[in-house]
């Protein structure tokens, strides 16, 4: 139940258009819960549906006939947001397509398992300097939605919000770092693994 629960979140700040929703998840949730725009519509009907979200219809320009929807957190909403934050979450178990691959690559080429290495140790470097960049704008209290979460809350609780926030990329960056590092001995062991037999050795 995370996705709607995310939503939930973000029209906490304000309210927003589906546009600026998709806009705002993009460049926050999604970085720890990814999820298509096609979904974030679906989910925002069904929160409409249950009565935590409400939405009006409003002309996309002066002059538009087209009209655009902008949603609202309701009263049952901004509830529910904070009966699941007060929830405590069991541990998630782990399903991790590049580690159970990893465990049978004694059937793999050795150029193949090196590629797919490379490609994971690749991926995570991109997302570590990600999230380090969304640190530094979260510590500059720089970033779009976080401003507008800011203006609506009381001035005693800016320097907890913003500190949770960081402490939930930080542990990203972590994970990240692991991942590298964890790539980067695999690369090791098949490079070792690769190397052909040392004749001297095997004479002995």
């Known amino acids: 139940m995370s996705l709607p629960h995310a939503l939930l979140a973000l029209l906490d700040a304000g309210p927003m258009t589906g546009y600026e929703l998709t806009k705002q998840f993009d460049q926050s949730a999604d970085r720890v819960w990814h999820a298509t725009h096609p979904q974030i519509y679906t989910e925002l009907r069904r929160l409409e549906g249950a009565g935590l979200v409400t939405a009006r219809e409003m002309p996309r320009g002066p002059k ?17 947001l904070r009966r699941w934050v007060a929830q405590v979450e069991a541990p998630q178990r782990v399903r991790d397509v590049a580690y159970l691959k990893a465990t049978y690559y004694e ?8 590629e ?3 490609a994971h140790r690749a991926h995570f470097h991109e ?3 990600r999230w ?20 609506g809350a009381a001035r005693e609780d800016h320097e907890k919000i913003v500190a949770f926030k960081v402490h939930a990329y930080q542990g990203l960056i972590e994970r990240a770092r692991t991942e590298v590092a964890w790539a980067e001995r ?14 001297a050795a095997s004479a002995e």
């Not at 059937?107 to 090196?114: D, H, M, S």
């Not at 695999?186 to 004749?199: H, W």
């Open 186 to 199: 695999g690369l090791a062991l098949v490079a070792g693994l690769d190397e052909p037999p040392d004749p």
């Open 116 to 118: 797919q290495f490379e």
């Open 132 to 151: 380090e960049r969304h640190v530094e704008q979260l510590r500059a209290r720089r970033t779009e939605l976080l401003s507008r979460r800011l203006a």
């Open 64 to 80: 538009a006939k087209a009209v655009k929807r902008a949603y609202a957190l309701t009263e049952e909403g901004g509830a529910e």
């Open 127 to 129: 997302q570590q300097q």
């Open 107 to 114: 059937y793999a080429e050795p150029e193949t398992v090196r």
